[in-house]
């Protein structure tokens, strides 16, 4: 397992690519649908002016992670993925051992353009494969096959050196040995990396309205539970043991992006509705901007960014902002540091009852973490913590 103790500072950058052919039914990410091309050199200028500009409110940083999400970053050319990692290196300085992680649907027109991501600088691929059935995938809103999305995680495997594909499961009618099975197969082609997502019905979707409405049926708590221990145990007996409560990986594989968030460290937010947190002049700013990618494409080329709120966190908020995405981890948290960003300790008679409970541990070096019979209650457990 791997420690947080002792690790250089980290200092990542999301970009965020909005646009998508189309709005599966489940996601309730801003993504938008544009039936029109897309102005991509408008939207890389954009993209440049905002790293400058928010470059220029976080001087000396060095740049350890990058992450292209969306929406669709493999719908971007190449040239326009390469312009945006220039302005990055332009007003950054980046590491040497950089990851930049793009996520990628798994169409067969997508994956041509996986040798040009990976000559602009992109050296690790995430795709959203979702299923590895059909029906699954029709279900879903995937645009793509079973077959198509299996030959897209092979071109990946022969470009990149590093790559990692996710999964929803607790679908309709889905059962633990349809899931067992699934899961073997996607780890069997999994290098390193899966991330494995439970399907939430989220307000303003789609699949809200039709779960409402009593037409979309989907596991109840009981059979959730037994499909997330399906998932612990067949991912832990293949070697991809779980680090985040939704991600697993071999040693070492662990996407370092996504540790930023979790472990409570700082990341700079581009493009329309991404979030960013800042550290300037010893205050944590929390960063949000506009949604709307027209008005942040304007507000951009106004201002130099399209930042919609810039709050400004006090001790106990960034405190509990700490708890909440760090015990997420397997690797927990430790306790001295909720103390200093806090001023407070954690109670301790709350510990004792969590421990008893066996949804918490404290391990030898004093850090905290769930267990994974606490993971299923993680909020509950974040929130006695916090109280």
């Known amino acids: 397992m791997i420690r947080a103790d002792n690790l250089r500072p980290a200092f990542g950058v999301y970009v965020h690519w ?10 309730d990410f801003n993504s938008h649908v544009r039936h029109q091309p897309i102005d991509e050199e408008r939207f890389a200028r954009a993209f440049a002016r905002e790293i400058e500009t928010t470059a220029a409110r976080t001087p000396g940083r060095e740049v350890t992670s990058i ?17 945006i990692l220039d302005a990055i290196g332009k007003h950054w300085r980046v590491a040497p051992d950089v990851e930049v992680s793009l996520e990628a649907n798994p169409t067969s027109v ?14 690790r691929v995430s795709l959203g494969v979702q299923a590895l059935n059909d029906a699954s995938l029709k279900s879903l809103g995937r645009l793509h096959s079973a077959r198509e999305a299996l030959d897209a995680v092979a071109i990946a495997r022969g470009v990149f050196d590093r790559y990692s594909f996710d999964l929803i499961y607790a679908r309709p009618d889905q059962t633990p040995r349809m899931w067992t099975d699934e899961l073997k197969l996607a780890i069997s ?7 494995l997502y439970q399907l939430t019905i989220e307000e303003g979707t789609p699949f809200f309205g039709l779960h409402a409405a009593g037409k979309l049926k989907t596991p109840d708590e009981s059979m959730s539970r037994i499909l997330y221990d399906v998932t612990q145990e067949v991912c832990a007996q293949h070697g991809l043991p779980s680090y985040e409560i939704s991600n697993h990986a071999r040693a ?23 979030h960013g947190r800042l550290d300037i002049d010893g205050i944590r700013h929390a960063i949000a901007t506009e949604k709307r990618p027209e008005a942040w494409l304007m507000r951009v080329e106004e201002s130099g960014h399209g930042v919609t709120v810039d709050d400004l966190l006090n001790s106990e908020e960034r405190a509990d902002e ?3 995405m760090g015990l997420r981890l397997g690797e927990g948290i430790d306790p001295e540091r909720y103390r200093a960003l806090s001023g407070r300790a954690l109670d301790p008679k709350r510990i004792a009852i969590l421990r008893d409970e066996g949804a918490i541990v404290i391990e030898d070096n004093g850090r905290l973490r769930v267990t994974q019979e606490g993971f299923p209650v993680l909020d509950a457990v974040v929130a006695d913590l916090a109280a």
């Open 189 to 195: 082609e999994a290098a390193e990396h899966l991330s």
């Open 18 to 27: 909005p646009f998508c052919l189309s709005k599966c039914p489940y996601c």
């Open 110 to 123: 997508e994956a041509t353009r996986f040798r040009g991501y990976r000559a602009a600088g992109v050296n």
């Open 252 to 274: 070492g594989a662990q996407c370092k992006h996504n540790l930023v968030y979790w472990r409570g460290q700082e990341y700079a937010g581009i493009g329309p509705g991404a």
């Open 67 to 83: 992450f292209l999400g969306g929406g669709t970053p493999s719908l971007m050319q190449p040239k326009t993925v390469g312009a």
């Open 322 to 324: 700490f708890l909440l």
